[in-house]
């Protein structure tokens, strides 16, 4: 049973990174990203989670703010997000 569980967990997020790839190359090409710059693109996200995380994990984990050790940077990555949708989207 242990097993399914996880193997259900794994489905789970292969299922997202299929849908992940159904629609965004799409997309890409849509707002006028070449293909030869899309792939570069789609290098980008796995560059910056091998870099990125490590570093906000230590400076969460050193984190003494009155909101938690995790909530600040979640705040600010979100408001980040929400930043790079609007310009992406033009408003």
Known sequence: ME????SAAVMGIEFCYAA???FVSPTLL???VSHRN????????PFIGFFLT???GSLSDNCRSKLGRRRPFIILLSIGILLGKCVLKGF
């Open 38 to 45: 899309m792939t570069l693109i789609w290098c980008l996200s």
């Open 54 to 56: 490590p570093v906000l």
């Open 3 to 6: 097993m399914v569980r996880i």
């Open 30 to 32: 849509q707002i006028g």
């Open 20 to 22: 992940e790839t159904a």
